[in-house]
Each structure stands twice: as C-alpha cells, then as structure tokens.
C-alpha cells in the first residue's frame, strides 16, 4: 500500500519513468488505493489517475498494463486510455502504430474468446475489449480494413466459443452504426459504413443461417437470435421473405421457452416492417396467422394473464410486454391487410390476445397496447365517417361485403366483440383526469395530489379520445357497460375506490359524444346514483373519493346542466356543502368545480328559472357568509372569481342589477378593509404590523379575481377605496425607502419589507388588471385616463423612480404598459411623464449585464414596444437624448442572448421602423441619425451565430432598410457631405459602405462574393423569401456558419410546417364530437 506522500510520487514516475520501464505494479497499488472506499488516499489516488489519464504518451504503455496487471480495475483503465487514444488521436497517429494497436486488440480478443474457462472468467473485461475493438472498426472499416467480415465470419466457423464472441462484435457494430452513429461520426461515413454492411450481409447471414441450423450451444443461439434483430431492421427484405428465415423462427425456436422472448423480439422487428409492396401481404399474412398457431400453443386468447403476470417470473413478465410489441406493431403495420376472409378470424384472435395482454397490471405494457387501440378506434371511426357522408355513387349495394373489400358497416360489425372488450379495459383502467385532485396515496389514504404526474396526463388524453372513437362506434354499448358497473358500485359487489374513480373518470372523458337526449337518459342516472352512494356510505375517505366523482361528472357536463336547473341547483348545492367538508383536497375541487360550472352556465344563475322567486345569484350573494366561512383564503378568491364570473353575463336576458349585486357580494372585504382604514387613521403604524398586512393581500387578491371575472363594472367598487389604495401603496413605500436608508440595500431581504412589497405588487396586480378589463359604458377610456392616471403618477411612478434597484417591482412596467396598450391616445400627453419615471432608472438596472433583473428587462422591453405601437408620437416629444437612448434600448434587446428579449428588439424596432416611414416630419431626420448604425447592427446580429433563431425578422429589417434607399426614399444625405465625391448618393454610397464593412470584417471572402451579394441586396424585385434565401446561402459560405449546425437559419420553416400539423390536428379535434373537452368549447350565447 503506498502512502499520501507515495501516491503523489508513485503518479509522478508513472507519468515521467524517465527512460525506466513502466511499472505496473505501482499504477495496481494506485487503482487499489482509488477503488477501496476505506483508503485513506482514495481522493488523492483518484486524483492521480485522473492526471495519468490525461498524460499524452500513456497508451503506449496500455499493452504493458493489460498483459501485466494483476488488478482487474487496471486492466479497465489500460482499456480506458486505448479507448481514448484511438476515439481522439487515430488520425495523427503514425500507420505502423496503427496497425500496431489493431493488431494487439484482435489478437487478445481472439486469446481470451478462444478460451471457454478464460472467456467465462473474464466476462466483463472481453465485453470492454470488444467495445475497443468496435472503436477501430468506426476508424479504419471499411476503407483500411476491408477484409473484416470475411475473416470474421471465416474464423466464426472454427470454434463456437469464438464465434459466440464475434457475435457480440456484430451486435455492438450495427448498434454503433446505426443507433449511435449519429454524434460521432459524420454523415458520410455512416452511410459508407451502411453500405459497406449491407454489401456483405450475405456472408453475416449465412454464418447465423449456419449456426441456428447447426448449433446446440444455447447462449451462442441466443446471441445470434439479439444479433439477427439489431439487423432485422434494415437488411434487403430478400433475406427475410425469400429464406427460411421466418420459418426456422416460428417453429424452431419460439415453442422453445429458453429462445421465446429472443424470437419474439426477431419476429418483431420483421412484423413491423411498413410501407412495402403489395406483394408480401400474403406473406405477412401467412406470418401472422403462423405466429398465432404457435402462440395458441403456450395459451389461449381466452386465458387471463393478470394473474400469471402477477405471481410469474421475469421472463414470464418480460415475454408479455414483448407480446404487446408485437401484436401492436404487427397490427399497426398491417391492418388492413388482414382484413381478409382468410385472415379475418386469425386478426379477431389476435385482438383478443391483445385485449388479455392489455389487462395485466403494468402501466408500461398498457401504453404500448393503448396505442394499438388508440390506432384501431380512430380508423374505424373515420371509415365509418366516410361511408356516413354520401356521395353521389352511393347505393345500398355498397353495404355488402364485395369479395375481398370489406365495406364501413361490415368492417365495425366484424370488430364489434372485440370493441366491447375493449370498453370494458377504457373504463376499468381509465387514468386520472388533470381536474381531479384526490388521490389515494401508497399507504392507501385518500390525500390531496400535491404533484401532477405529466405521464398520467397524457395517458388520459390518449385513453380519452379511444374512448370517445370507441362510442361513437357503439353508444349504446359504452353506456350499458358503465351503468351495469356503476348497479355494482351501488350495490356493494365491485365496490371499490378504484373501481369508481375509474368509472367517473371515464363517464366524465365522454362528455359531448352523446346526443342531447341520450345524455339526460344517462346522466340523470348517474347523478342520482351517484348523490344516493354519497348519503349510503360512511367514513371521511368514502366520502370523499364519492364527492370527487360527483364534482368530476357535473364538471364535465355543462351542456346538461344548462339544460336541467333542478339537476344544475342540487349539484351547485351539493358543493356548497362539500365546501364544508375538511378532507384534504375535497374543498379544492369543490371551488373550482364551482368556478367551471359557473363560466359555463353563468346565465342560469343571473336569470329567474322555473318555480324561482328571484335569480339564483341573488340568494346565493345573501347567503354567501355561512357558504365560505370553512374555506382558505385561496379558496375564497376562487369562489369570488366564479360568483364574478355569473356577474359579467349582460345578455339582453339579464334583469338583475349587476351593480347592486357587486356591491353586495364584495360587502365582506369592504367591511373589513374599513376596519382597516379606520385603525390607520387613528394609528398609522397599525398599516405595518405583519397580521395587518397579510389582510390587506387577501383583501387585494380577492379583489383582483373578482375584477378579472365580472369585467368593466368593477368600476364602481374600485371607486370606493382607489385613493386608499394609493394612500397604502405610499406608506409602504415610504416605510420600505426609510429600511433602506437605515440598514442599506440588504435590508430588502427582511421579512416585513419583503411581505409589504408583496402588498405592493398585489396592489399593481389590482390596478393593472383593472385597467385591463375596463371599457364602456361604467369605465370609459377617457374618463379612466382622466381619474386614474394623474393620482398614480406620483406614488407608484415617483416612488419606482426614487427607490434603489432592489426595489423596484417589475409589476410597475407591467402596470403602464397595460396602460398604454389600453388607453392609446387617451394618454398620449401623459407618455413623456410616465418614460421620464420608468426609462432612465430601468435601462441603468439591465444594460450592466445579460442577467440580472431578468423580469425588469422584459417587461421593459414589452413597454417600449406598446409605446411604439400605440403612442409613437409621444417618442418624439421626449429630450432628443432620451430618444436616442430608445433606439440603443431597441439595439441593445436585439443582441440579447435571452431569446424572448432578442425576438422583441427585432419586432420594436421593425414596428418603429414602419411608424417612422408614416410620419414624413419625423423621417428624415431619424434615417439621417439612425440608419446607417441602424444597418450594421443588424448585420453584427445577424453574422456573430448566437441568433440564428431571430433569421426570419433579420431578413425583413435589412430589406426595409435596404430597399428604402434603392427607392430613394432617404432623401438626406447617409454620408459625410464634406468628404464625399461630387455626386455621391446613398444608394451607391451604402453599397460601397457595405461592401467595405465584409471585407473587413470576413477576410475570406473574396470582393467578387462580397459584390454580387451586396447587389442582390439592392434588388428590388426580390421578394422577402428570395430576399432570405439570398441571405442564407451568404451566411452559409461564410466561414463562421459553414461547419456549424444551421438549422436555426430554416427554422420560420420549419415551424411552419408544425404550425400547420398542429392546425391540421386542431381541425381534426373540432370535426369530432367529443374530442373538446368542454372547458376548451366557446359557448356562443354568452
């Protein structure tokens, strides 16, 4: 054992002998002292061999460590540093030391793989080497080496541990090639490599067509069955189709349980093959009805594998998930193709092994089956869409089943016991929806969720579109299944948890399928199962995973609701109570299922129905005390957000006084906002006690949900506290700017500042939303510009200014940007004023660096822009110095690294660039200053490579800017008058002053390149894709793009082209009823 001291110095004469021989012994006793967690030296060894690693000349003495050490772990890092050598240093690497290392590598794995008792021992060393041995190939085959497979295959057939051996070689090749290939090794070899393997596949084939025929060694077998499938996937189809192949795997080895799941995972592989030519369906046929024969052998498609799945072994588990792969990839490759007399029962057998397959308690396998089931209902459903819509040949002849095409109505009829199955595991295995938010926990509580699952979501989306294809193939029978499960929920003999939540979950996911009337027939039903299971059952836990359920389905039906008050008012009632109910999460949802219901049926409650005497709203706002009195505060903010949300309904029908209502409803704040007040004006140091404070934010945040739900009208409570408001704002501010001065910047750390900035930004929340949400007739934008701009000037503006960077709110640029998109001219002589308080002091806060107050440089950015857009002319009513500092802002967003920044610098100074051509007393003068920076700017960001995103808005500035001289638009001068030729004018100046700029900025392109591009530039006649062509392949010959990825220059492309998938998919979702879940369908009447 070497000491701490000896490590340090046993490193030095193994990465310096100094003309000694290495010595092994020594880099054992450090690898030793690196891998033992007791050393005391571990660190230090570590850092050792890190370093010796790293020494230029250490592969050199790799043989020497591989031949010598007696420690395995050395062994490994002699392989490590080979490795490196030839991944890194090949190529300079002189031919004699080449074929040297080739030489050493194939000759060692030839001595241990010949060596049963050598090959088994030292396993994992021979799998290293045979990855080592790979890394060369990547370098010198087929080129250097081109005699690799033929002596591979021809040393294969003289001993079977050694061909064993090399079987793992061509695995781990077609994998390197063709799965890993893609960051290594550049486009070219890889194909050159593609071709080279797929030339001598013949060989490879004939040697495992030899050693499947001919061997009786299982793991040999074995690995030629996993090499044969990394191959399966892209050798010509001859070997597949016109050899015995096929057979030999479907009847030689998969009745074999030792060679089952490898077969299986061949026969995978080649049942997945799609899109070839017509003339192997018979073949795929043939496959899949063998493949079905065989497996109706080891079981039955009527025999239950949940439980062999359950208590069987590994193989027994890993041999039904490889089951799933097949039959779902056969079934999505060839369809249609079995769909043959012939073939049909041997299709129906196949979906039910499926639909047994699918039942097995593995989330994993029910994916891939899902996935299959998914496939199958869509296509049902749209041939059945097809044949529904009539065309002009149609005729009752059509119904028959014409020899081998098999018409809509035959085909659904044909599948229907299959379906039926497969409604019954939808339902049983439904996943959770994203609304429901109890759940039952490992230790089998019933909890509320505190994480959302991304993986359960997007099952559910899946499920539910197979369930909403799979009834509208059969409505009736969907419905016959739930109601039979949901007798049995009633009746206690499948009553379960799961069993119910699965069920709701499911009713609740094909919301919108049915016809009016088949949903009331349904829902009624359900309901009152539902709300009768709720007063039969006992125990916090049953109830609230009932009350779940009720609140799930009423949420998912408004289309229903709205049609039955009575049904509506019971389920309305039934969360009032369930807002009582303290069990984790019940309370959530009851408030938020309120809140759904209420945007959907905001009518019913604010109009008289049927045996009322007064709207629901009114009786609701009376008793709206005892309703919220177990709530959280969050949970009352959301009940106000829904009662707001029945309040801004001003349909023609609405007979309420909505302004009475509001009033009435927001009576509980009020009060104790007063309360408040009138403690503040007797003693102001009451505003800042921390209890006093956290009030004051749940009164704010009430406030500004129900601003954001009842709309305009919320004027008029506005009114009542606005200046008390302001008059809060200011104390706190005051307060935070006085901690400040005494305890310096760190003081905006404290506990009591932090909770009084919260109630400053809930306060800016307020306003901002408020002026968001006003408009005619109770908050008119000229009275709003008129009673709210000139009190907030000061104590929000002057104290933003005033304060140091730490405390400045960002929610202050959000404010006056709303203000500005919201108001446009209203307050245009109000501009200068806001910008001389939000300008200056931001810009010095974000122009320090890229990073700091990432939210002030965006929302600073987003307010220039509105500025822009809807006050141009207050830009050029500031100081000629603050204008400048506009334009260097815009400059400055435009070279941001942050995207979202970069993006809105190139749009502001786009849209400014437009306003300015409008404005013909400002233009001039601006093209004289700015312009010509303006140009080359754009052109830095468009050449520096770290904003290839931003290609699309780059192109659209330069040929604005570019075609504006061309057209002799710039009527001033671009250049300096004094020094300039007679004559000079600024087309021909800006072309030379282009031209200058490339040469000297890219020496390698030559003055020809640089001249036809800098004339196309001033093509008129280019429109803006050849304008942008025209620039990609300038940036493409440059050498600062030329190796790199320059995917980014195409990417308006290419979003485009998802854009319009995603169109394509949105359409498809809107033509099928069901699809939309209701939260996601606009209700025309309201």
């Known amino acids: 054992m070497v000491s701490s001291m000896g490590i340090e110095a046993a490193a030095q004469k193994l990465i310096n002998p100094n003309g000694e021989e290495f010595d092994v012994s020594l880099l054992d006793d450090v690898v030793t002292a690196a891998y033992s967690p007791s050393d005391p030296n571990r660190a230090m060894a570590n850092k050792a061999l890190m370093a010796l690693q790293e020494a230029p000349d250490v592969w050199t003495k790799a043989d020497a460590i591989l031949e010598r050490s007696q420690n395995p772990q050395s062994r490994f890092f002699g392989l490590q540093v080979l490795d490196d050598a030839i991944r890194t240093r090949w190529k300079v690497l002189p031919a004699e030391q080449r074929e040297g290392i080739k030489n050493y590598v194939v000759g060692k794995v030839i001595q241990v793989s010949s060596d049963e008792g050598l090959a088994n021992t030292e396993k994992v060393f021979l799998s290293k080497l045979n990855l080592t041995l790979v890394q060369i190939l990547k370098q010198e085959w087929p080129h250097n080496w081109p005699s690799f497979i033929p002596d591979l295959v021809g040393s294969s057939k003289t001993s079977e541990v050694l061909c064993e051996n090399n079987m793992h070689i061509l695995k781990l090749l077609s994998e390197e090639i063709f799965d890993f290939s893609r960051d290594q090794m550049v486009t070219q070899k890889v194909k050159k490599m593609k071709e080279s393997l797929n030339s001598e596949f013949a060989a490879i084939y004939h040697l495992c067509e030899f050693i499947l025929e001919n061997s009786q060694r299982p793991s040999l077998l074995k690995v030629t069955l996993q090499t044969l499938q990394r191959f399966l996937t892209w050798i010509p189809l001859g070997f597949i189709f016109q050899t015995s192949l096929v057979d030999t795997l479907l009847n030689k080895f998969f009745p074999e349980p030792m060679f089952r799941t490898d077969t299986l995972d061949c026969l995978t592989e080649i049942g997945s093959l799609a899109d070839l030519e017509p003339e192997y369906d018979p073949v795929f046929r043939k496959l899949f009805s063998g493949f079905l024969a065989r497996l109706g052998n080891i079981f039955s498609p009527e025999t239950d594998l949940a439980q062999p799945f359950e208590n069987g072994t590994e193989d027994d588990c890993i041999f ?11 079934l999505k490759a060839h369809l249609k193709s079995l769909e043959t007399p012939d073939t049909q029962q041997s299709l129906i057998a196949g979906l039910f092994y499926l639909v047994r397959v699918s039942e097995v308690d593995d989330v994993e396998i029910f994916r891939i089956c899902l996935e299959a089931w998914h496939m199958l209902a869509q296509d049902l459903y749209q041939t059945e869409n097809e044949f529904k ?37 939808m339902i049983a295995k439904m996943a959770k929806p994203e609304e429901v938010l109890i759940v039952e926990d490992e230790n089998g509580d019933i909890v ?4 959302k699952d991304t993986d359960v979501i997007a099952q559910y989306k899946t499920m539910r579109e197979t369930l909403v294809y799979l009834t509208h193939l059969n409505c ?7 109601l039979s499960k949901l007798t049995a929920q ?50 916090k836990d049953n109830k609230a995973v009932i009350a779940s359920n009720i609140m799930y389905v009423a949420g998912q039906y408004p289309r229903f609701l709205k049609a039955h008050w009575k ?64 709530l959280e505060p969050h949970q009352v903010q959301a009940f106000y957000e829904a009662v707001g949300c029945m309040l801004s309904d001003k349909g023609p029908a609405v007979t309420v006084d909505r302004a009475e209502l509001l009033e009435k409803l927001m009576e509980m704040p009020n009060k104790r906002w007063k309360v408040i007040m009138e403690q503040a004006n007797t003693n102001v140091e009451s505003l800042v006690a921390p209890v006093t404070i956290k009030e004051i934010i749940k009164i704010l945040k009430t406030n500004n949900k129900t601003c954001g739900a009842i709309g305009s009208i919320y004027a008029n409570q506005l009114q009542t506290f606005f200046m008390d408001v302001l008059n809060v704002y200011k104390v706190y501010s005051e307060r935070i700017s006085a901690t400040v001065a005494q305890q310096g910047p760190g003081a905006t750390q404290l506990s009591l500042v932090r909770t009084m900035r919260s109630a400053k930004k809930e306060i800016l929340r307020l306003l901002a939303m408020f002026i968001e949400k006003s408009g005619p007739p ?82 600073f950015f987003e307010f220039i822009r509105a500025v822009n857009l809807h006050c141009f002319q207050a830009l050029f009513n500031i100081p000629p110095e603050h204008q400048k500092l506009v334009v260097d802002s815009v400059v400055w967003a435009m070279k941001h690294t942050e995207r979202n920044i970069s993006d809105t610098g190139l749009n502001i100074l786009n849209e400014l660039l437009q306003n300015v051509g409008k404005t013909p007393n400002i233009a001039q003068g601006f093209y004289q200053q700015y312009l010509l920076a303006l140009i080359q700017d754009v052109f830095a960001v468009m050449t520096d490579r770290l904003h290839k995103s931003g290609f699309k808005m780059h192109a659209t500035l330069l040929q604005y800017m570019f075609h504006l001289v061309q057209m002799n638009q710039v009527t001033v001068p671009l250049f300096d008058t004094q020094t300039a030729p007679v004559g000079q004018s600024n087309p021909v100046f800006l072309r030379d002053h282009i031209s200058n700029l490339l040469i000297q900025s890219f020496p390698n392109l030559t003055r020809s390149q640089v001249s036809k591009f800098v004339q196309g ?54 033509a099928v009823p069901g699809l939309l879940k209701p939260s996601e369908i606009v209700d025309e009447d309201l």
Not at 398 to 407: D, H, I, Q, R, V
Not at 448 to 451: D, K, L, M, N, Y
Not at 476 to 482: A, K, L
Not at 818 to 829: D, F, N, P, Q
């Open 1017 to 1070: 530039m001033f093509d008129l006649k280019m429109d803006l894709p050849s304008f942008k062509t025209h620039l990609r392949d300038f940036l493409i010959e440059l050498k600062e793009f030329s190796v790199e990825d320059n995917s980014g220059l195409f990417g308006e492309e290419d979003e485009m082209q998802k854009r319009q998938q995603a169109e394509a998919q949105e359409a498809h979702r809107f």
């Open 389 to 425: 819509r009539p065309g002009p040949m149609t005729s009752v002849l059509n119904l028959g089943n014409n020899g081998g095409s098999t018409s809509a109505a035959s085909r659904k009829y044909m599948y229907g016991p299959v379906l039926t199955r497969v409604r019954q595991v």
């Open 490 to 539: 009633v009746n206690g003999t499948e009553w379960s948890w799961n069993n119910l939540n699965t069920l709701c979950w499911a009713i609740g996911s094909i919301s919108g399928v049915m016809t009016e009337d088949e949903e009331k027939r349904f829902l009624v039903t359900v309901i009152k199962d539902l709300l009768g299971l709720c007063e039969q059952k006992r125990g």
């Open 778 to 859: 109770e908050a008119d934008p000229q009275a709003v510009a008129q009673g709210f701009i000139p009190p907030v000037l000061d104590p929000i503006l002057g104290d933003y200014q005033r304060n140091i960077a730490n405390s400045r709110d960002p929610e202050v640029l959000t404010l006056f940007t709303t203000v500005v998109e919201k108001l446009k001219g209203h307050i245009l002589s109000d501009v200068p004023r806001i910008m001389e308080g939000l300008f200056e002091c931001t810009l010095q806060m974000i122009t320090v660096n890229f990073e700091d107050y990432p939210e002030h440089r965006i929302r």
């Open 567 to 630: 049904f509506l008012k019971t389920v309305v009632n039934k969360l009032f109570e369930f807002m009582h109910e303290v069990h984790p999460g019940v309370q959530d949802m009851a408030c938020d299922t309120f809140l759904k219901i209420a945007t959907k049926c905001r009518r019913k409650f604010v109009t008289l129905q049927t045996d009322e005497r007064v709207p629901f709203i009114a009786e609701l706002v009376d008793t709206m005390p005892s309703i919220v009195s177990d």
């Open 448 to 451: 509320r969720e505190t994480t």
């Open 320 to 330: 039904i998930q490889r089951l799933a792969l097949f039959l779902t990839g056969f």
């Open 476 to 482: 009736d029978d969907t419905e016959s299944i739930m």
